[in-house]
């Protein structure tokens, strides 16, 4: 997932997924039984931004999808202007929905947390998140560790929840990544609040590295195919892509439907 900005632009069992029968540091061992690699856990949920072109959120769901995550905001001064009406619609189809915010560095972690509640306008069934990581656009631009920290702090002051945290496991250790081969300004480290957040894990190898930070917890989502474009389907099969959207980035969720609906409305 990447900044978008700039860019132009009741539940069931799922059919497509086995039985979760096994859990070592937050993922799962499942098989599709479908030909495709095997991915440890729920095929259940994507996230987008204005950039996505919608035309239907009622086959999304009939995609076998549950939970949606749309970009609300980045920065202090830009919000997706496709969230609003896009909330109402995936809502009426039955989605989850979910809200994150790209975190940058030209305002406070507090200024950034008061942009994205004022749009994102959070409910007690949105789920919360801030994207950490490197701005390809403007690298120089890249939200710093204590303005994380400050942006989940306020969240919780607000809310009373703590964010989601999505972030790749290169960028959360303190390592150089991205395009330009920067990195964080520090590692994210277990005593930080951060920390403390529920991981959103974003990693394209078939066995994900969980962050040092998270070692003892592991991922809760696992991005594990991003920034694909109209022509791309994610595991690369057209019959395997999300309808009702011209693409999408995919979200394993660590446990069952029944998991992933306590996780989405029961966090505190």
């Known amino acids: 997932m990447i900044s978008r900005r700039t860019m132009i632009g009741g539940m069931t069992v799922l059919p497509t997924v086995a039985a979760c029968s096994s859990q070592q540091n937050g993922s799962y061992s499942s098989s599709s039984g479908s030909g495709y690699p095997e991915r440890a856990g729920l095929d259940a949920v994507i996230d987008i931004s204005h950039n996505v072109r919608v035309t ?5 769901r009939r995609s ?9 905001s980045e920065g202090g001064d830009w919000f997706d202007p496709s969230y609003g009406a896009r909330r109402r619609q995936a809502e009426a189809a039955g989605l989850l929905w979910g809200a994150y915010h790209f975190g940058t560095r030209q305002y406070s972690g507090e200024q950034q947390a008061a942009a994205f509640l004022s749009v994102a306008q959070p409910g007690p069934k949105t789920l919360l998140a801030l994207d950490l990581e490197p701005n390809e ?3 120089r631009n890249s939200m710093r560790l204590g303005q994380a920290e400050a942006f ?9 929840r703590l ?17 330009h081969g920067i990195s964080l300004d520090a590692p994210v480290t277990s005593s930080s609040v951060v920390a403390r957040c529920d991981l959103w894990l974003a990693d394209y190898r078939e066995q994900p ?11 809760r989502l696992w991005q594990y195919v991003a920034d694909e474009r109209e022509s791309d389907a994610a595991y690369g099969s057209v019959s395997r892509a ?26 505190g």
């Open 137 to 139: 656009g403007n690298p």
């Open 56 to 60: 239907d959120f009622n086959l999304v």
């Open 163 to 179: 964010p989601i945290v999505y972030a790749h496991p290169k960028w959360a250790n303190g390592q150089r990544y991205g395009r």
């Open 209 to 219: 590295e969980v962050p040092f930070a998270w070692a003892d917890r592991g991922w």
């Open 64 to 72: 076998n999808i549950l939970g949606v995550i749309h970009k609300a």
């Open 152 to 160: 989940v702090m306020a969240i919780h002051r607000a809310t009373g």
């Open 242 to 267: 999300v309808k009702g959207v011209s693409h999408c980035d995919r979200n394993m969720f660590a446990g069952d439907v029944a998991g992933l609906n306590r996780f989405w409305v029961g966090r």
